[in-house]
């Protein structure tokens, strides 16, 4: 810090923007990074397997319906801990298990019960277990997203449809061109919670070993006793989390603004704003 | 087919892992959470006695390391799964842990357990009954409070030895049992919240580095240097460097 900075605020003031920007703390601030990517990759993922789960469930054929609906059925009441934890694991082992079926012989079979050999076995650095991580919250909340979506398809009026039939449209045009199209301002009151419940659930990232803002947080606020790992201070842990606790109320505030501008701007000119509010 | 998916998925691996080519560098698992043995400093990275120890031994042997912060009660799962290959993280070397790993000599020797206790209170060591006692979850403390405390007393484990030094604090727990290693600066930082009380306990073949059981090469590797360390003094000297009241070889 600059000299006449720290005449300026004082002594106390000095120590302690020096204790909150050392390199633990600029740390603590670029994990935010984690969570903010997290919330955008798995909120892309979701509308991915949304609309992937939609489809399925609008087939003409029953079996695919059904894998469609059961995807639905199963992920959604499935606790998102659970899955976090389950779905990266069972990806892993499905990973190694294919890669042994290449590499691994009874010559060089490994001692433990898994991977099959050491070859096969694979690591994820912190930013693949995000990737994993993001295909996770894509898997969970698409399933919320499909059913917002799903709905939004039949809530397009039969009118437009039936215009797009008499204007010669084939059934893809009408699917891509007028249901797709005005799918959307339908399902946002829909997707705008999923993305709330998705950016909640960013907090479970620390789940994975990825040294996100909530495992920062209880790291930087554990008691250190001991004058060479930084500063001597008892349990503030309640302050830290209370600083995510405003983030995420920041987060879901500012979404909030951000869904009601998007829901009158997509709204617009196409149907009358009563419409989309009911 | 079966070499298609192969190919695919190793290729789409190598976008985000670091498989194979990563093989040279030997990565190194610790807590970050048990100063001095090892902590993230100030600059957020890992620091302590075990930092400088791997990476002086790593210097000697001529391998690459890194140092890798995990969770202490998933950290033998996760050296078995080969999502690394060493643990330094003030891990007592036992005879429960060598039926699943292997350890090198140790490089710190063994440190009796002790307990403590909130000042003003007082208890019978020889006939501890009815008391509520606290230890970092899977760590020898744990082990020996359940082996011989558990009857008739209440043993709640923590999984970082700070959460039960918290509840002490707090009044939940009657007596806590850590390393004797760092009690002192936690009995100075806590201001006389807190004393030492009943006898020592030496548990445990002391502190080495642990290592899947099939990598002998690296064991016998780092045992090597750790008794070159101890020859040539290095070792105490480090020992002597990051504890307060150290034990020495």
């Known amino acids: ?278 | 087919m079966k070499r298609l998916l192969f190919a695919a998925a190793t290729l789409s691996m190598a976008a985000f892992t670091g498989s194979a080519s990563a093989q040279q560098t030997v990565r190194i698992a610790t807590e970050g959470a048990y100063a001095p043995y090892n902590f993230i400093n100030e600059a957020g990275q890992p620091a302590g006695f075990e930092i400088d120890l791997g990476n002086e031994i790593c210097l000697r042997a001529e391998l690459a390391c890194e140092f890798v912060i995990t969770a202490w009660d998933s950290m033998i799962p996760n050296l078995l799964a080969g999502n690394y290959d060493l643990i330094m993280a003030g891990m007592s070397i036992t005879e429960e842990r060598l039926q699943t790993i292997d350890f090198t000599d140790d490089y710190y020797p063994p440190d009796p357990a002790v307990f403590v206790i909130r000042t003003g209170t007082a208890f019978d060591f020889d006939a501890l009954a009815g008391v509520r006692l606290g230890a970092q979850t899977a760590t020898i403390q744990a082990g020996y409070l359940q082996d011989t405390l558990a009857t008739g007393n209440t043993v709640v484990l923590f999984d970082t030895f700070e959460g039960a030094v918290n509840d002490l604090l707090a009044g939940n727990l009657d007596i806590v049992m850590i390393d004797g290693g760092f009690v002192a600066p936690i009995i100075e930082a806590t201001g006389g919240a807190l004393v030492l009380a009943g006898p020592e306990v030496t548990l445990g073949g002391g502190v080495g580095a642990g290592v899947r059981k099939e990598d002998t090469e690296l064991r016998d590797t780092f045992t090597r240097i750790i008794a070159e360390m101890k020859a040539d003094g290095s070792l105490n000297a480090l020992i002597a460097e990051w504890f307060d009241d150290p034990m020495l070889f």
Request: proline content about 5%; glycine content about 10%.
């Open chain 1, 1 to 278: 810090m600059p000299d006449w900075l720290a005449n300026v605020v004082g002594p106390d003031a000095t120590f302690w923007l020096a204790y909150l920007t050392n390199g633990a703390h600029q740390a603590f601030y670029a994990s935010f990074g984690y969570t903010l990517a997290a919330a955008v990759f798995g909120g892309m993922f979701a509308i991915l397997f949304g609309l992937g789960g939609a489809a399925l469930r609008r087939s003409r054929f029953l079996p695919v319906r059904a894998v469609g609906a059961g995807y639905a059925l199963i992920v959604r009441g499935v606790p998102d801990v659970l899955f976090l934890l389950f779905f990266p694991l069972a990806f892993e082992q499905a990973v190694e298990w294919v890669i042994a079926q290449g590499v691994c012989t009874p010559e060089n079979a490994g001692t433990g019960a898994w991977p099959p050999c050491p070859d096969a076995n694979i690591f994820f650095s912190t930013g693949g277990y995000l990737a994993i991580a993001c295909v996770a919250l894509g898997i969970v909340y698409g399933a919320f997203a499909s059913s917002a979506i799903h709905g939004a398809l039949d809530s397009v009026p039969k009118g437009q449809v039936d215009a797009a039939r008499a204007f010669g449209m084939s059934e893809r045009q009408i699917f891509w061109r007028i249901r797709i199209r005005q799918m959307w301002i339908f399902a946002l009151p829909g997707l705008s919670n999923v993305w709330m419940l998705l950016v909640k659930a960013t907090s479970l990232l620390s789940l994975l070993n990825i040294p996100d803002i909530v495992n920062w947080a209880g790291r930087l606020g554990a008691p250190n006793y001991f004058p060479r790992a930084g500063l001597v201070h008892p349990d503030w842990r309640w302050k830290y989390y209370l600083a995510l606790v405003v983030f995420y109320l920041v987060l879901t505030w500012a979404s909030e603004r951000f869904f009601r501008w998007l829901k009158r701007k997509a709204g617009h000119g196409l149907i009358a704003d009563d419409a989309v509010a009911a």
